[in-house]
């Protein structure tokens, strides 16, 4: 129930494309589920994050739909740069806690 | 300013051997946290502090782990007698307040990270 499950493990996009990454929990006592991106070698930086009372949240051409009956949410990155290559990861965030699970991360390849 | 800075950045040593890793934090974040990342998984949650005190240690692996925060600013993780499962890159965040997950205070920023080697 702690886990979160994300897919792809691996995606390959054109220039220009949409990237979507899938993520899915079991526990409904989540309520904060932030994403974020990690370059080789560097920590993993924010990305934008959403509480489950919203369905949807965009920040420039990152967007993260939540659909919380499915107990699923992505992200999705439009317009996608070769400089979006990265590992992306999801998380959430229980009720009364402050430690971050983590998925297991797509590592997103873009092509010029 | 600065962000969350980690040394050194690799270190390599033999199984048995003890490591302190060291974790500088954002200026003026109270809370702080370890995490662990193995090849090829997202990172697992080891210890938060807030202040000086250790809120949470229920991801600390064993007693072999072992975290300070003497002073409320500088933390350091220490391994004693390393195994070869040890090896990853141990990652410190920090945040303004509790990492609640109140936008922004509470986002967790994290440094490069401590690639640890067990030979």
């Known amino acids: 129930q702690q886990q979160v499950k994300q897919s792809p493990q691996s995606l390959i996009v054109q220039k220009g494309g949409i990237s979507i990454i899938n993520c899915a929990y079991e526990n409904t006592a989540f309520d904060y589920f932030p994403w974020y991106q990690q370059f080789p070698g560097k920590g993993p930086a924010l990305l934008i994050a959403i509480r489950p009372d919203v369905s949807e949240k965009k920040e420039g051409r990152f967007t993260i739909s939540f659909n919380k009956s499915a107990k699923q949410f992505s992200l999705h990155i439009m317009d996608s740069q070769p400089g979006d290559s990265a590992t992306y990861f999801c998380?959430?965030?229980?009720?009364?806690?402050?430690?971050?699970?983590f998925g297991t991360g797509t590592r997103l390849k873009v092509l010029a | 300013g600065a962000g969350v800075s980690q040394t050194p950045s690799n270190k390599v040593t033999e199984k048995g051997k003890y490591v302190e890793l060291r974790c500088d934090p954002i200026s003026g974040h109270t809370a702080l946290y370890w995490y662990r990342q193995s090849l090829g998984q997202g990172p697992e949650f080891l210890i938060y502090?807030?202040?000086?005190?250790?809120?949470?240690d229920s991801g600390l692996p064993n007693d072999r782990f072992f975290a300070v925060r003497p002073e409320g600013s500088v933390s350091t993780l220490k391994i004693q007698r390393t195994e070869r499962g040890d090896s990853a890159v141990y990652l410190c965040a920090s945040s303004l307040n509790q990492g609640r997950g109140s936008f922004p205070t509470d986002t967790q920023y994290f440094g490069p990270g401590t690639r640890l080697t067990v030979l």
């Open positions: 502090f807030q202040g000086t005190g250790a809120a949470d």
């Open positions: 998380a959430a965030s229980m009720v009364g806690t402050y430690k971050y699970i």
